[in-house]
């Protein structure tokens, strides 16, 4: 048997650990852009010059060759021929009897003015782009981020170590959005700013200057203001890195269809990670991997698991994470607690807790998950909500309801 994996990530290296393992005598080919296999949750880090490139592998250095798989690395798929079970590429093509895709995601490069055509214009998803990042900040002193999540905010803290002049811009009139509530994500606004970082929030671009090698020189805003620039990094979204797909026959929507086992539309053609548009953060994508490739093998395991942790953030010092919910609903109930060093909320929906917010402390955020994951009832509990702990669930009566420990 020949499994295919196109993609080097999180989902398709677990992919080809667990069919290596499950079928020890299959042939495994791996099929990827990059040349190197690395977490894009520390390319910052190497924009920063914290880390080189060695550095940022999530596997053993020889995995390739210890696994005994055959990695045809710096390949873009160009097309699948799911009639012939063959997947091309640029310089070639190669069979396969199962095939998995899981090529990620790409940076969404928004189409105002030169963005898309200029050269000192990169996004921030591969470990090329942080390459480009790296390179241009040499020469560059005026760097200009087109979004304000956590992406941006990664590039603008590497940025920032190398006493570059940062500024940030976003059509929200806050940062980090959709990772923390307006309260908690102010306590970065507020360290980035005093770090040197420029923010142009609830702004728009509406256009670009070049000079007469159609570098980006100025981004115009749509209030009229021009930002002068040396670089620009575009970190206003991803897409599913699916073009290639165009005439398989595979069912696409905004991402790969998939089926309860990671199977597509068509037969012996597995998808996980970002490409089937489910959770794609690291621990998930990881997961969907590991089953997809369990199937592969010929078992007939579901992913259920998509329940996801919002992503946690760490700048200056201050870590944070969300689960679940971010901002309350009429109706819910919301309980905070602050001092100085710590912010947590708790968002209670009908007798459970829905969402939680940990900013300083995030020690017991498992616990956290666990309620809001399986939807535990806590308002049977004659507890402080700051209090609860594992030890004041029983588990269930025959009823369905759950038991809790004595009151008080």
Not at 114 to 127: D, E, K, P
Not at 129 to 145: C, F, H, N, W
Not at 331 to 345: A, F, I, L, P, S
Request: hydrophobic residues 40%.
């Amino acid at each position: 048997m020949k499994h295919v994996i196109i993609g080097a990530g999180a989902a398709g290296i677990t992919a080809a650990r667990t069919i290596r393992k499950l079928r020890p005598e299959d042939d495994i080919v791996i099929l990827s852009e990059d040349k190197q296999i690395s977490s894009r949750c520390m390319l910052h880090q190497y924009i920063s010059g914290g880390r080189e490139a060695e550095r940022l592998r999530f596997v053993p250095e020889h995995f390739m060759e210890e696994n005994r798989i055959a990695w045809i690395n710096g390949h873009r798929a160009a097309s699948i021929d799911t009639s012939a079970k063959c997947v091309h590429y640029e310089e070639g093509s190669v069979e396969y009897d199962k095939l998995l895709v899981a090529t990620g995601s790409d940076s969404v490069i928004i189409p105002v003015g030169a963005l898309r055509t200029a050269q000192n214009v990169s996004g921030l998803r591969h470990f090329t782009d942080a390459q480009t990042i790296r390179e241009a900040a040499e020469g560059a002193q005026k760097i200009v981020i087109i979004g304000a999540g956590l992406v941006g905010l990664d590039a603008a803290y590497a940025l920032l170590e190398r006493k570059k002049d940062v500024t940030v811009i976003d059509v929200m009139p806050g940062i980090l959005t959709v990772n923390l509530d307006e309260h908690a994500a102010r306590a970065y606004y507020d360290r980035f700013s005093a770090a040197g970082c420029h923010f142009r929030l609830g702004a728009k671009m509406a256009g670009t200057v070049e000079d007469a090698a159609g570098n980006v020189v100025q981004v115009e805003l749509d209030d009229g203001e021009r930002l002068p620039c040396d670089f620009v990094i575009v970190a206003a979204g991803v897409r599913p890195a699916i073009g290639f797909l165009e005439g398989s026959g595979i069912s696409v929507d905004r991402a790969i269809n998939v089926n309860a086992y990671l199977e597509t539309s068509c037969p012996g053609v597995y998808a996980a990670g970002d490409a089937a548009g489910l959770s794609g953060i690291w621990p998930n994508a990881m997961r969907q991997g590991e089953i997809a490739a369990k199937n592969m093998c010929g078992a007939s395991v579901e992913y259920t698991d998509t329940f996801a942790i919002k992503n946690t953030v760490n700048f200056f010092g201050l870590p944070s994470l969300s689960v679940g919910l971010l901002n309350p609903e009429e109706g819910d109930v919301v309980q905070v607690r602050e001092d100085r060093n710590t912010y947590q909320k708790v968002i209670l929906r009908e007798g459970c807790v829905a969402g939680v917010i940990l900013q300083g402390d995030i020690a017991g955020s498992g616990f956290w998950q666990y309620l809001i994951k399986n939807r535990i009832p806590v308002d049977g509990i004659n507890k402080p909500i700051w209090k609860l702990s594992y030890a004041d669930f029983f588990g269930m009566d025959d009823a369905g309801e759950y038991i809790y420990a004595a009151n008080g």
